[in-house]
């Protein structure tokens, strides 16, 4: 999934605008991070950027990034983003 899909999604599911400004602001530290770890900054900023597109919909813990994972992946997203923002979710 290109940046501009993900984005389209994340207004699709999320209408707060702080929910919105959270997402963009993940997203920047992942891309941060992934450039000093060496990780792939397109797909850290993915992770980043759709980790919480589902909360609005299912808030609730036990949907919460579940949900969600279901969708990304009928939007083929890579399993190792969904697994990123699976595992965030799960305490």
Do not use: C
């Not at 450039?35 to 980790?51: K, S, V």
């Not at 813990?61 to 990123?84: F, M, N």
């Amino acid at each position: 999934m290109e940046r501009t899909e993900a984005f389209t999604l994340l207004n699709e599911f999320t209408k707060s605008e702080s929910l919105i400004k959270h997402a963009l602001s993940v997203e920047a530290a992942m891309r941060h991070y992934a450039g000093l770890l060496g990780g792939d900054p397109e797909q850290w900023g993915l992770t980043g950027l759709l980790h919480d597109f589902d909360y609005e919909r299912w808030p609730e813990e036990s949907e919460h990034t579940r949900e969600g994972a279901k969708i990304l992946q009928e939007h083929s997203v890579e399993e190792e983003v969904v697994g990123a923002i699976l595992s965030h979710a799960e305490w």
